[in-house]
Every structure is written in structure tokens, then in C-alpha cells.
């Protein structure tokens, strides 16, 4: 479609990275710079050629350092750690040797050469159909263009700088050295065709607090600069040129997400009217989450999904330094809080298939999560030793998912001790006695809770996975999503029984899945007897303060009538009504303006 063929009002969804609405005029960035045409130079040039690489590397590093600085001031160590990551990339011996060695045999100018070679390594990435994976490739492309730009005299694009006020950034990418300038007064929002949840330039638009949604596909080309546009980074909304009445609307939900954030206790803790304590967590998936869910109120993180970094590494493995210095600044981050490392959980992912070595009919129903570490020991021996050792660093935890026998937590017992014996014969030190805890995902492991909790630590509830195994729903599935119901009588009482198994031999317990992130769910499994909640940070500021509004006896009698309910009657708007009954106005005002 054209630019300017956009039908007024048009949404767009795409995945939100970085919570927050904004509403602003659209500044559509150009597409990517022009390709540089082959130049043959005399073989008497190659020489100065080659000192104008290496004189335009070293200018590339300067120019980082300065960048990098910047972002340190702006957005925090994590963020600036891009940048030192694009250095190494500069500086990498096989970069400078495949480029010397083009330029000297094929006699080609350096920015040539520099943009072949360069261009093979983003090659790799871009046939990558896993978003996480492609989404590595936006370095390679920044220092790219960097030196390209170095060696040409051309300008690296800076619209960004160049806006009046209330700005939406619109592009098909954004790199991470032009999102660096997202900080700065007047932009508001960014919304980009590309891009995925862990890529660089969303972290660092969630670390300088800018609400920006990514995947969008076409934005860049249904806007022109100067629309009108509201972007929604919680739930990865973007609606296209809204008319008076719906910029009223998205104004009036902003203004309620403001509040609950202006709003929520200056104490960490959160608690029921009656005294309660209910402690809300942080689900993570990389180590530069940790600052935005600390400033949302975090109590600590109750899920690293280790299985980034594996994804990150594909068709690698992360070696057992890599994995021990992220796991050790996720731990050194939230102190003095703890982290859940979950370890590898692989179901369906396209990087999966080359840690299994093939491809599976059915991957989210194969060998994953546990069952997967205890076919390659090796794998989970490595994992385990580096998080032992980054328990030098602050608190940790161990979860085990996907397990649905006792038998799997006694192995992966075994091999924790083992590479505990591993790393004493190696001289080497690791933290003390780390809890190893079972993930509640499995119909099965929820049904042998009371046997689980006799061999582990503490439990988890994933409720994503568990509600879809019960309910044999596939909720991605267009044509059942509408009978995926987390209320379900059937799920409830999976998760009473959990509680209760849990309960009964004094494990600690919480859920880490979408129901702990949905205000009226949480509700409900407060009602249940959960009392520890982790969530996406961006939900926390609300559950906070819904849960802090009401008593744990009308949790709990919420919770009794969802059970007894019989169909046909809804279970969430019966929810719904009964907790705005029991909140007190100004409570029950923000949990309606917040709503979509």
C-alpha cells in the first residue's frame, strides 16, 4: 500500500516492547541508505586503502565510546553494553582480515569491500526465520553503515534529531546508535515495521521509558510524516490517524495508566487491605529488563527465560562463561532481590532444531524443557555450573520446567550436585545451596503435586501451558481461541490443588504466567491461596494497586463463586463485577480507564 492510502482509524498490532501510551505526529524515517557502487582502484592503491579501513575502524571505536557514554548517562549500564558489543565487533580479527584480504585481491575500494563482507555476516541473520535470532543482525548492520558512512562521507541519517514536539519515530528499523536519541525532549513513541522483543533498540527505548511497539510490517509505508498516531507499548497497539473521539478515548486510558503509576505505594511491598502480604515478581527474558521492572516496583525476578540466550547463540551453544556472566548480572541487578532461572525450555522455537538435531512434528508436546537437559546432560551440567557460580553474585533460584514425574527432579538433583563436584575439582568457586524448584505446567505435574512437593524446593505455575494442556485449546489457533479460559472450573481447580499440595509441606509457590499479569486473575489466585505473583513489568503498577485495594476475605469468596459458577454465565465478567464492587471508587476508576 502507498503512503497516504492509510483508512482513518486503522489499528495495527504488533508487539509491544515497551509499556505506555503515547499519541503524537508521525516523523516516518527514510528506508535504508542507497547501496555503494564497486570502485577498482590500481594495485598501487591498495595500500592507502587499506590504511583508510583501518584509519575509518578506529574512528568507528571513537565514535562508539562517545555513543556509549551517552547511553551509560541516559539509560544505564545494560544498554550501554550494546555498544561496547558493536567495538568487539569492529575489532574482530576476522572482519579486518577477510576485508584486507578482498581489497587486495579483488583491487576493490575499501567501503566496498567492507560492505560485501559485512553484508555476507548479516546475510546469515536475515535468512533466520526466529525473530530473537534476526534481531542480532541489527548490530552488524549499525557498524555497517557506520563505516560505509565513514569511508564515503556520507551522512548517517538523523531525522531523529530534526522534530517540533510529540513525536511518534516511524521507520521499517531504527538502529541501536539512532535509538540512543530516543531520550531526547519532544519524541514520544516509537513504532517500527521490524524488530523483535529482545533486540537492542527495544531495550534501550524500554530503558529511556519510551513506549515503542515493533513487527508492525507496514507502518513506515501506511503513514506519512505529519499523522496523527497513538502508539499503545503495553499491548503492542498502534492505531492510525484516530479521529477526535478516539483520541479522547486514548487520552482518557492514559491518563489512567499514569495514575496507577503516580499513584502506587512508595513502600515495595504490596498487601491486601486486611494485611496480606502479597509479593509481585518480574518475568524477564534478557539482564537489561531488570532496571525497568526495579523501577515498576519489582520485589525481585520470578522468571529468567534462559532460553534467550540459547536462542541468541544459535546454532551455538552460549559457552559456560557467556551463560555464568548473564546469569551473575541478572542476580548482581536485582539484589538484593532473587532470580528464578528457569533452565532451558526450547517448544517450537525455530532455533530449537539445531540443539535437538532435528526437527519434531510436534515440539511444544517433545523433547523439551526438562526431558530435553536430561537427554543432553552436558547441556544442563554446563547450564547448572555457570549458575552455581553466578550465585557468587546475589540470590538465585533453579526451576525446572515441563517435568511431570518425581523421577526428573531427582536426576536433575543428581546433576546439580555433580556440577557442584565439578567445579570444587576444578578449584573453582559457587555459591551455596540454591533452592531447585518445579515449573506446574504438565495436567500430569499438577495432579501428582502432593509427590512433587515432597522432592522439591519450591513450585512455579506457568499457567499459559497448563491452561492449553487441560483445555486442549490451542489459544493460537484462531478457530478454538475463543474457549482458552483461564477461569475454567477445571483450571481452578488444578490450581487449588496445587496451592494446596504446596501448602501443605511449606513450599513457597507462585505464578509466573499471564493469569498473574491480568488484575482480575490475580485476584482470583490470591483467592486461591497464591500470595506470590510474577508478571511482565509493565502490569505490576496495576495489580499492585487492585490487590492493595481489596480484602484477602473477598478474594477469597471470589474465588469460592468462580468455582460453583455454572455455565452459561461468564466467569470474568462475574469476576469483573464482583471485584469493581469491592474497590473503592478511586481504585475502581483506574482499573476502568486502564482497560482497553
Not at 551509560?72 to 569492529?90: E, N, P, T, W, Y
Not at 524477564?284 to 534462559?306: C, F, W
Not at 517448544?347 to 517433545?366: D, F, I, Q, Y
Request: proline residues 6%; charged residues 20%; contains cysteine.
Amino acid at each position: 500500500m502507498n503512503r497516504g492510502a492509510v483508512a482513518a482509524g486503522e489499528i495495527l498490532q504488533g508487539v509491544g516492547v515497551s509499556p505506555g501510551i503515547a499519541i503524537g505526529r508521525a516523523l516516518v524515517l527514510e528506508g535504508a541508505a542507497s547501496p555503494v557502487p564497486r570502485r577498482t582502484i590500481d594495485p598501487a592503491a591498495c595500500d592507502t586503502e587499506v590504511a583508510r579501513f583501518e584509519t575509518a575502524v578506529r574512528r568507528a571505536a571513537r565514535h562508539l565510546g562517545s555513543l556509549r557514554n551517552r547511553v551509560l548517562a541516559d539509560a544505564g549500564s545494560a544498554c550501554a553494553r550494546v555498544f561496547q558489543a558493536q567495538v568487539l565487533i569492529l575489532k574482530d580479527p576476522a572482519l579486518a582480515a577477510e576485508t584486507l584480504a578482498l581489497i587486495r585481491a579483488e583491487r576493490v575500494c575499501a567501503e566496498w569491500a567492507v560492505q560485501l563482507v559485512l553484508g555476507r555476516y548479516l546475510k546469515l541473520f536475515d535468512e533466520v526465520r526466529d525473530t530473537d535470532l534476526r534481531d542480532r543482525g541489527s548490530d552488524i548492520d549499525d557498524v555497517r553503515e557506520r563505516l560505509v558512512g565513514l569511508l564515503t562521507g556520507r551522512r548517517r541519517r538523523r531525522e531523529v534529531e530534526t522534530f517540533d514536539s510529540d513525536a511518534v519515530i516511524v521507520g521499517r528499523t531504527l538502529s541501536p546508535s539512532d535509538a540512543a536519541g530516543l531520550g531526547r525532549p519532544g519524541i514520544v513513541a516509537l513504532a517500527l515495521d521490524g524488530g523483535g522483543p529482545t533486540s537492542h533498540t527495544a531495550i534501550i527505548a524500554g530503558a529511556l521509558g519510551i513506549p515503542a511497539v515493533v513487527g508492525l510490517r507496514s507502518v513506515s509505508a501506511r503513514l506519512r510524516t505529519g499523522d496523527m498516531v497513538v502508539v499503545d507499548g503495553g499491548s503492542g497497539v498502534v492505531h492510525l490517524t484516530p479521529g477526535d473521539d478516539e483520541i479522547a478515548e486514548w487520552r482518557r486510558r492514559a491518563a489512567g495508566r499514569t495514575r496507577i503509576t503516580v499513584a502506587a505505594p512508595a513502600a515495595p511491598a504490596t498487601t491486601t487491605r486486611d494485611g496480606l502480604a502479597v509479593c509481585l515478581l518480574a518475568n524477564v527474558k534478557v539482564p537489561e529488563e531488570v532496571a525497568a521492572a526495579r523501577r515498576l516496583g519489582a520485589e525481585g525476578i520470578g522468571l529468567y527465560r534462559s532460553e534467550f540466550l540459547y536462542l541468541h547463540a544459535a546454532p551455538g551453544l552460549p559457552d559456560e562463561e557467556e551463560q555464568t556472566r548473564v546469569y551473575g548480572d541478572l542476580a548482581a541487578e536485582a539484589a538484593p532481590h532473587e532470580v528464578v532461572i528457569r533452565t532451558l525450555d526450547l517448544g517450537g522455537e525455530e532455533g530449537a532444531a539445531n540443539l535437538l538435531g532435528a526437527r519434531e512434528a510436534n515440539p511444544v508436546l517433545g523433547l523439551r524443557g526438562i526431558r530435553l537437559g536430561l537427554r543432553r546432560p552436558e547441556m544442563l551440567r554446563m547450564q547448572l555450573r555457570a549458575i552455581l557460580r553466578a550465585a557468587l553474585r546475589g540470590k538465585v533460584r533453579i526451576l525446572l520446567p515441563m517435568v511431570s514425574a518425581t523421577g526428573e527432579v531427582a536426576q536433575a538433583r543428581a546433576h546439580l550436585a555433580a556440577a557442584r563436584a565439578e567445579l570444587a575439582a576444578g578449584g573453582i568457586a559457587a555459591g551455596g545451596d540454591i533452592p531447585l524448584g518445579v515449573m506446574i505446567e504438565v495436567p500430569a505435574a499438577a495432579l501428582i503435586a502432593s509427590r512433587l512437593a515432597t522432592v522439591a524446593d519450591f513450585f512455579a505455575i506457568g499457567t499459559n501451558d497448563l491452561i492449553q494442556y487441560a483445555l486442549a485449546i490451542d489459544r493460537g489457533n484462531e478457530a478454538v481461541a475463543y474457549l482458552y479460559e483461564p477461569l475454567h472450573p477445571a483450571v481452578l481447580t488444578l490450581l487449588r490443588g496445587v496451592v494446596d499440595a504446596a501448602t501443605a509441606r511449606g513450599l513457597r509457590l507462585s505464578v509466573c504466567g499471564e493469569m498473574a499479569a491480568h488484575p482480575l486473575f490475580a485476584v482470583v489466585l490470591v483467592g486461591l491461596g497464591v500470595t506470590e505473583l510474577s508478571m511482565s513489568p509493565a502490569a505490576i503498577p496495576l495489580v499492585r494497586r487492585v490487590i492493595g485495594a481489596i480484602t484477602a476475605q473477598d478474594a477469597r469468596a471470589i474465588a469460592a463463586e468462580v468455582l460453583a459458577l455454572e455455565p452459561p454465565t461468564p466467569p470474568a465478567a462475574m469476576v469483573r463485577r464482583r471485584i469493581l464492587s469491592v474497590l473503592p471508587p478511586g481504585v475502581a476508576s483506574l482499573l476502568e480507564e486502564s482497560s482497553p
